[in-house]
């Protein structure tokens, strides 16, 4: 009963470094999401993936890039981490028809 | 411009005591509404929604809420407010059609106090 999963729950980077952070759902659905939190902003949408193969960007995209290489995966990559980037990062998924998200539990970024 | 206001950054009301948490939003298209709780150091878990239909929505946990078209508002009650209850709660928005994408309000803190 897993659910939507993310790695790692914690990071800690340095300006510059590179990472990237994984989700995988295991409910068979079509899109996925990846979002960050940060106080007082609520969730901004980073990108998401309507299906396997194809990618788009959200509210706040800049800095970030995304693979959909299979449908149950949905990876988020920083290939030069800024200060800014210092959140938490949720990602979700859910059926093209039902609208709900199924969140994961977060990842939180430190970067320094 | 698409948007989705909580205006209570934080509440705190008395075990027992009724809440209402307030949410308003700005959407061109016919909107799907929900609301969202999360409590410390997880993910986000849904309370209700409402995407057509009678206006007043049930959810989990004894929340519930009020579709208003014309005060653009999907506020989010509950009679008797449990210890347990204390959390943040996000209000959010989307649309038919529209590949899922949510917006999420600024979102409100409830203390519960015993």
């Known amino acids: 009963n897993a659910g939507v999963t993310q790695t790692p729950k914690f990071r800690v980077l340095k300006t510059g470094q590179s990472m990237t952070l994984l989700c995988a759902q295991d409910?068979?659905?079509?899109?996925m999401y990846w979002y960050r939190q940060d106080p007082g902003m609520g969730l901004r949408l980073i990108h998401y993936s309507v299906g396997e193969g194809t990618t788009a960007k959200g509210e706040v995209p800049d800095g970030y890039n995304v693979s959909r290489l299979k449908k149950q995966n949905f990876l988020l990559g920083l290939e030069s981490a800024a200060p800014s980037q210092t959140s938490v990062y949720f990602c979700?998924?859910?059926?093209?028809?039902?609208?709900?998200?199924?969140f994961g539990e977060g990842s939180r970024l430190t970067v320094l | 411009a698409q948007s989705v206001t909580q205006p209570d950054i934080h509440i705190t009301v008395s075990e027992g005591a009724s809440l209402e948490l307030r949410c308003n939003y700005s959407?061109?298209?016919?909107?799907?509404l929900f609301w969202y709780v999360q409590s410390p150091g997880q993910g986000l878990q849904l309370l209700l929604k409402?995407?057509?239909?009678?206006?007043l929505v049930q959810g989990i946990k004894g929340f519930e809420a009020e579709f208003k078209r014309s005060q653009s508002s999907f506020n989010l009650r509950k009679p008797s407010v449990h210890w347990s209850d204390a959390a943040e709660y996000f209000c959010a928005v989307g649309a038919v059609g529209n590949t899922g994408k949510l917006i999420f309000g600024q979102g409100t803190t409830l203390q519960v106090k015993p």
């Open positions: 979700a998924s859910s059926r093209i028809t039902t609208g709900e998200l199924f």
């Open positions: 409910m068979n659905h079509e899109y």
């Open positions: 959407y061109g298209a016919t909107p799907y």
């Open positions: 409402y995407f057509s239909g009678d206006t």
